[in-house]
């Protein structure tokens, strides 16, 4: 089943660290999978993680990730829509960021319900 979000990391040890603080909570559920090297590409695929909501699980997960993010200097890309470019949620502008791919998610669902 492929993720309601994917999480794309520019430095690759933030994976497990915000890995570990999803991880143990009932209303999503977070995986990861190597996404395959383009042509072209030297190095391996890159890692990402997938989060699936269950009821209420966007909002428990999204303040998670909004937390997470605002105690680093990190950014990470969130891509809500396969066909679409994915949303950069940057430490400093992590609030802002976070309702940006909420309300992404909220159109691609066509569902208003707050996350």
Not at 30 to 49: C, D, F, K, N, Q
């Amino acid at each position: 089943m492929k993720g309601d979000v994917e999480i794309y990391f520019d430095n690759p040890a933030d994976l497990g660290s915000l890995r570990r603080l999803l991880s143990d909570h009932a209303s999503f559920t977070v995986s990861s999978r190597t996404l395959p090297t383009r042509p072209g590409e030297l190095s391996a695929g890159r890692e990402i993680l997938e989060l699936v909501f269950g009821t209420g699980g966007g909002g428990a997960a999204f303040g998670l990730v909004k937390a997470w993010i605002e105690s680093k200097v990190a950014t990470i890309k969130i891509k809500v829509d396969e066909h679409e470019e994915a949303i950069e949620v940057r430490s400093r502008h992590a609030a802002a960021d976070v309702e940006r791919v909420k309300a992404a998610l909220r159109a691609k669902r066509g569902d208003d319900t707050e996350l």
